[in-house]
């Protein structure tokens, strides 16, 4: 009787599992990943990557195990002591199984770890293009945005016109909040007494979520949203109408600073000349 070749088998099985399951994936279910900024489209290129290299490891496992559960198994009338004299094929002093078994993960995690890197580096550095600057200022619960290239005018919805790369100087009033639009691809952590950033570039008009990603407090789960990418014409009119808005504030408003103290405002560090009004 000819002797099965399990690996052919086995291999054949998992080529046909993985086709299916990745083209199933490809055709109908795509990962999802952020795609609306220049930051977003590399995230979701990674998570696509990630997920279509790590799918077939994963069937690997599972058809390996189920091919064994089902080829192995203890058939009817078969006993345990004659089960016990067969001598399983050990992997150990396999040579060429080890050596390639070592080669495809250490080739595929390194791979995966220099792509991330790469990644990650481009989705945390400021946009080349015209810079535009928004400071975030997080309260419990809800977020302020200050313009300093508007005299500091403050608004309470998010504003920035399109194709413009703008920089989130983000600080926290009371407790560890987090600045995140999905969509675009930020999220950074709103820490008191701290100036931290995040960049974005948005290609196109639409509207966006903002929500606050760490817990922090009882309404939490309220701390969301709407953030306007507007036209440049049209950007200019709503900063204008904010302006109009906020000029009973004026005088009431600090001057920009990287920090606000709102319990000892004579803690506040001395202003730079150049952001006062
Ligand atoms: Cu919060």
Redesign the pocket.
Same mark, same amino acid.
């Given at each position: 009787m000819k002797e099965t070749n399990h690996g052919r088998r086995l291999g054949l099985i998992w080529v046909i599992a993985t086709v299916i399951v990745e083209a199933y994936f490809v055709a109908f279910n795509p990962p999802l990943g952020p795609r609306s900024s220049v930051a977003g489209f590399g995230e979701a290129r990674t998570m696509e990557l990630f997920f279509y290299v790590g799918a077939p490891i994963f069937l690997f496992v599972v058809v390996f195990m189920l091919y064994a559960a089902v080829t192995f198994r203890r058939r009817r009338g078969e006993s345990l002591e004659a089960e016990a004299d067969v001598e399983p094929p050990f992997a150990r002093g396999n040579g060429r199984a080890t050596f390639y078994w070592s080669l495809i993960s250490i080739s595929t995690v390194v791979f995966l770890a220099g792509f991330g890197i790469f990644t990650l580096n481009d989705a945390s550095a400021a946009p080349e293009g015209r810079p535009f600057t928004v400071q975030v200022i997080?309260q419990?619960?809800h977020f302020t945005y200050r313009y300093p290239d508007y005299g500091g005018v403050e608004s309470l919805d998010l504003a920035v016109p399109v194709g413009r790369s703008v920089t989130f100087d983000i600080t926290s009033l009371d407790?560890v909040?987090?600045f995140w639009i999905y969509d675009l691809d930020v999220k950074q952590d709103a820490v008191p007494g701290q100036t931290t950033h995040a960049y974005a570039l948005a290609p196109q008009v639409g509207n966006h979520w903002i929500v &606050?990603d760490?817990l &922090?407090?009882i309404w939490?789960g309220y701390?969301r949203g709407p953030m306007y990418v507007l036209s440049e014409s049209n950007f200019t009119t709503w900063i204008h109408r904010q302006q109009q808005i906020s000029q009973a504030l004026h005088g009431q408003l600090p001057t920009i600073h990287g920090v606000y103290y709102p319990d000892t405002p004579s803690a506040y560090p001395a202003a730079p000349q150049s952001s006062a009004q």
């Open positions: 997080a419990q619960w407790v909040h987090d &606050c760490e &922090c407090g939490h701390m």
